[in-house]
């Protein structure tokens, strides 16, 4: 059983920046993805990006040019780094990882599983 854990939340003004963890254990090989998602007050669960085995990396529209994701393998840990924050990025973010051979080409957020506790980014203006 994969289990998934995220920190690095915080609050931070407008143009700041943030990096969020995700630190995996148990069968993270079997995994084909892993990605963060962000939940805001009011709204759908959304993608914001993945990363498969291969480091093929996708980003949702909102944040690309801001956040990058990367991942450390024999760490099993992933990142995101968030730059240049928006008050419009204020959420829950969530990561969660993906057997689905389908997971690298979208953010759907059925395809993933395995959900950790989230952690939440605020950004004031």
């Known amino acids: 059983q994969v289990q998934v854990s995220e920190s690095g939340g915080g609050s931070v003004q407008s143009g700041g920046s943030l990096r969020l963890s995700c630190a995996a254990s148990g069968y993270t090989y079997s995994s084909r993805c892993m990605g963060w998602f962000r939940q805001a007050p009011g709204k759908e669960r959304e993608g914001v990006a993945s990363?498969?085995?291969?480091?093929?990396?996708l980003y949702a529209d909102a944040i690309k040019g801001r956040f990058t994701i990367s991942q450390d393998n024999a760490k099993d840990t992933m990142y995101l780094q968030m730059n240049n924050l928006e008050p419009g990025d204020t959420a829950i973010y969530y990561c969660a990882t993906s057997l689905h051979p389908l997971c690298g080409e979208s953010l759907a957020i059925w395809l993933f599983g395995h959900w950790g506790q989230g952690t939440q980014v605020t950004v004031s203006s």
């Open positions: 990363i498969d085995t291969n480091g093929r990396t």
